[in-house]
Protein backbone atom coordinates (compact mmCIF):
# COMPACT_ATOMS: atom_id res chain seq x y z
CA UNK A 1 0.00 0.00 0.00
CA UNK A 2 1.44 3.44 -1.01
CA UNK A 3 0.42 6.45 1.03
CA UNK A 4 1.83 9.75 1.27
CA UNK A 5 0.22 12.47 3.26
CA UNK A 6 -0.05 15.57 1.58
CA UNK A 7 1.83 18.71 2.60
CA UNK A 8 2.33 20.25 -0.15
CA UNK A 9 -0.06 23.12 -1.25
CA UNK A 10 -2.12 22.94 -4.33
CA UNK A 11 -1.88 19.77 -5.87
CA UNK A 12 -4.10 17.44 -4.57
CA UNK A 13 -4.89 16.20 -7.75
CA UNK A 14 -1.24 15.28 -7.73
CA UNK A 15 -1.65 13.20 -4.42
CA UNK A 16 -4.95 11.77 -6.00
CA UNK A 17 -2.64 10.45 -9.28
CA UNK A 18 0.13 9.08 -7.45
CA UNK A 19 -2.16 7.02 -4.47
CA UNK A 20 -4.07 6.00 -7.81
CA UNK A 21 -1.31 4.61 -9.66
CA UNK A 22 0.75 2.97 -7.05
CA UNK A 23 -2.04 1.14 -5.77
CA UNK A 24 -4.30 -1.83 -7.17
CA UNK A 25 -4.03 -2.39 -10.74
CA UNK A 26 -2.14 0.41 -11.76
CA UNK A 27 0.99 -0.16 -10.08
CA UNK A 28 1.75 -3.13 -12.39
CA UNK A 29 2.08 -0.37 -15.12
CA UNK A 30 4.30 1.16 -13.37
CA UNK A 31 7.97 0.98 -15.67
CA UNK A 32 11.07 0.16 -13.84
CA UNK A 33 13.37 2.93 -13.58
CA UNK A 34 11.21 5.75 -13.63
CA UNK A 35 10.33 8.43 -11.55
CA UNK A 36 7.65 6.63 -9.95
CA UNK A 37 9.23 3.13 -9.52
CA UNK A 38 12.13 5.01 -7.85
CA UNK A 39 9.56 6.74 -5.46
CA UNK A 40 8.35 4.09 -4.39
CA UNK A 41 11.33 1.96 -3.35
CA UNK A 42 12.27 5.14 -1.22
CA UNK A 43 9.05 4.86 0.18
CA UNK A 44 8.81 1.13 0.47
CA UNK A 45 10.67 0.78 4.25
CA UNK A 46 9.35 3.72 5.48
CA UNK A 47 6.53 3.86 7.94
CA UNK A 48 6.26 7.81 9.36
CA UNK A 49 3.61 10.27 8.10
CA UNK A 50 6.53 13.09 8.31
CA UNK A 51 9.27 10.76 6.50
CA UNK A 52 6.99 9.69 3.69
CA UNK A 53 5.88 13.49 2.90
CA UNK A 54 9.77 14.69 3.11
CA UNK A 55 10.72 12.11 0.19
CA UNK A 56 8.01 13.36 -2.33
CA UNK A 57 8.77 16.98 -1.30
CA UNK A 58 12.25 16.65 -1.69
CA UNK A 59 11.77 14.60 -5.64
CA UNK A 60 12.68 16.84 -7.99
CA UNK A 61 12.19 14.51 -10.69
CA UNK A 62 8.35 14.26 -9.47
CA UNK A 63 8.16 18.09 -9.26
CA UNK A 64 9.67 18.63 -12.79
CA UNK A 65 7.15 15.95 -14.44
CA UNK A 66 4.49 17.81 -12.34
CA UNK A 67 5.47 21.23 -13.64
CA UNK A 68 5.98 20.21 -17.13
CA UNK A 69 2.34 18.68 -17.27
CA UNK A 70 1.06 22.07 -15.09
CA UNK A 71 2.17 24.42 -18.08
CA UNK A 72 0.23 22.49 -20.64
CA UNK A 73 -3.29 23.54 -18.82
CA UNK A 74 -4.57 26.52 -19.12
CA UNK A 75 -5.90 27.60 -15.56
CA UNK A 76 -3.54 29.65 -13.86
CA UNK A 77 -1.40 28.04 -10.70
CA UNK A 78 -2.06 29.35 -7.73
CA UNK A 79 -0.13 31.61 -5.28
CA UNK A 80 0.82 28.99 -2.66
CA UNK A 81 -0.55 31.47 0.15
CA UNK A 82 -4.03 31.08 -1.96
CA UNK A 83 -6.73 29.64 -0.15
CA UNK A 84 -8.38 26.72 -1.73
CA UNK A 85 -11.52 24.96 -1.53
CA UNK A 86 -11.22 22.14 -4.45
CA UNK A 87 -10.98 18.62 -3.98
CA UNK A 88 -10.12 15.58 -5.69
CA UNK A 89 -11.66 12.33 -5.29
CA UNK A 90 -10.62 9.03 -6.12
CA UNK A 91 -11.91 5.78 -6.43
CA UNK A 92 -10.35 2.48 -7.16
CA UNK A 93 -11.94 -0.95 -7.06
CA UNK A 94 -12.89 -1.35 -3.96
CA UNK A 95 -16.26 -2.98 -3.82
CA UNK A 96 -17.51 -6.80 -4.63
CA UNK A 97 -15.63 -8.05 -7.90
CA UNK A 98 -18.82 -7.51 -9.90
CA UNK A 99 -18.93 -3.97 -9.02
CA UNK A 100 -15.84 -1.67 -10.29
CA UNK A 101 -15.41 2.20 -9.86
CA UNK A 102 -18.15 2.94 -11.77
CA UNK A 103 -21.09 0.97 -10.70
CA UNK A 104 -23.92 2.13 -10.20
CA UNK A 105 -23.77 2.03 -6.39
CA UNK A 106 -20.42 4.40 -6.77
CA UNK A 107 -21.63 6.74 -9.25
CA UNK A 108 -24.74 7.44 -7.27
CA UNK A 109 -22.11 7.95 -4.53
CA UNK A 110 -20.77 10.63 -6.88
CA UNK A 111 -23.94 12.13 -8.33
CA UNK A 112 -24.93 12.41 -4.15
CA UNK A 113 -22.08 14.72 -3.81
CA UNK A 114 -22.04 16.72 -6.85
CA UNK A 115 -26.14 17.74 -5.81
CA UNK A 116 -24.20 18.40 -2.11
CA UNK A 117 -21.50 20.86 -3.58
CA UNK A 118 -24.25 22.26 -5.60
CA UNK A 119 -26.34 22.81 -2.33
CA UNK A 120 -23.43 24.88 -1.44
CA UNK A 121 -22.64 26.98 -4.82
CA UNK A 122 -19.42 25.26 -4.72
CA UNK A 123 -18.99 22.80 -7.86
CA UNK A 124 -15.22 22.38 -7.82
CA UNK A 125 -13.78 19.50 -7.74
CA UNK A 126 -12.05 16.68 -10.21
CA UNK A 127 -13.13 13.39 -10.69
CA UNK A 128 -10.52 10.91 -12.31
CA UNK A 129 -11.43 7.38 -13.17
CA UNK A 130 -8.37 5.10 -14.25
CA UNK A 131 -9.77 2.32 -16.46
CA UNK A 132 -7.81 0.06 -19.11
CA UNK A 133 -10.44 0.33 -22.23
CA UNK A 134 -11.79 4.27 -22.61
CA UNK A 135 -15.45 2.33 -22.99
CA UNK A 136 -15.88 2.10 -19.42
CA UNK A 137 -16.16 5.90 -19.45
CA UNK A 138 -19.38 5.68 -21.56
CA UNK A 139 -21.07 5.37 -19.24
CA UNK A 140 -20.83 8.83 -17.27
CA UNK A 141 -20.95 10.87 -20.39
CA UNK A 142 -17.25 10.90 -20.84
CA UNK A 143 -16.07 11.54 -24.09
CA UNK A 144 -12.22 10.49 -24.50
CA UNK A 145 -10.01 11.45 -27.12
Excluded at 9 to 31: E, F, P, Q, T
Excluded at 53 to 80: K, W
Amino acid sequence: MFWVPQSIRHVCGLYALLHSVCNGDARKHILPNTPLSRLLEKTSTLTSSPELARVLEDDSDIEEAHCSIGRRGNTPIPDVSEQRTGKRIVYDKVLTPDQDSLSEPVLDLIRGYIKDLSADGNLEFSLMALVEDNSMLECIGTDVH
